[in-house]
């Protein structure tokens, strides 16, 4: 009688010993999967940043081509109105053909420095879209690295907590057994010195 409630006491400790082991490790799995949501928060909002960056860069490098394309459409249209301009002074005007060919070399003159001043605007904003685009190219590029490392992360993590959580069980089973078989060699024992008091 007195072994049967030793064992029913030692059996009631394990189960209490597991439970609490069981619950100790739920608490720190709980624990790594805050932690590892807090890390995937501060990944998405980084990559969202990025994308809305992105986006502002190709915005501005379509706004630097609609502006070049407006400032060579513009000085187009100004050299062809001064060359229709040049042709109908040539029609109506009396004046002498040297008068005539002085006033066509400065309009050409004019010409030139406009079409030159043009150019160089349009280089520098050819230049700029080409920095623009780089920028863009290494901002995707940093956008899909950090998606490649969260996916990473997540497999890692994943992996990790599963594997954690085997060896902690594991572990834990092999304890609890030992202590289940020590308890069970002593109640032997008092078993056997209470048989050997009672004879």
Same mark, same amino acid.
């Given at each position: =009688?007195? +072994?049967?409630? !030793?064992? %029913?006491?030692?059996? +009631? +400790? /394990? $189960?209490?010993? !597991? &439970?609490? /082991? *069981?619950?100790? &490790?739920?608490?720190?799995?709980?624990?790594?999967?805050?932690?590892?949501?807090?890390?995937?928060?501060? =990944?998405?909002?980084?990559i969202i940043d990025l994308q809305q960056k992105n986006k502002r860069s190709s915005d501005t490098v379509g706004n630097l081509q609609r502006k070049s394309l407006d400032i060579v459409t513009s000085? *187009?249209?100004?050299? %062809? %109105? !001064?060359?229709?301009?040049?042709r109908m002074n040539q029609i109506i005007s009396d004046r002498s053909i040297s008068v005539r060919n002085q006033s066509v070399q400065m309009n050409a003159e004019k010409i030139l420095n406009a079409y030159s001043t043009s150019v160089? %605007? /349009?280089?520098? &904003?050819? *230049?700029?879209?080409v920095q623009w685009r780089e920028k863009l190219v290494w901002i995707t590029q940093l956008y899909f690295t950090k998606m490649t490392k969260v996916q990473q992360q997540m497999k890692l993590l994943a992996g990790n907590n599963e594997m954690i959580l085997?060896?902690?069980i594991n572990s834990e089973i092999r304890q609890c057994k030992a202590m289940k078989a020590e308890f069970y060699m002593q109640t032997l024992s $008092?078993?056997?010195? +209470?048989?050997?008091? *009672? /004879?």
């Open positions: =009688m007195i +072994s049967r409630n !030793k064992r %029913q006491i030692d059996e +009631s +400790s /394990l $189960l209490h010993e !597991k &439970i609490r /082991l *069981y619950t100790q &490790i739920n608490d720190g799995i709980n624990q790594q999967e805050q932690q590892y949501s807090c890390h995937v928060h501060r =990944m998405t909002r980084r000085h *187009y249209n100004q050299v %062809q %109105q !001064k060359v229709n301009i040049h160089n %605007q /349009l280089v520098k &904003i050819i *230049y700029q879209v085997r060896n902690r $008092l078993s056997a010195q +209470s048989d050997g008091t *009672y /004879l």
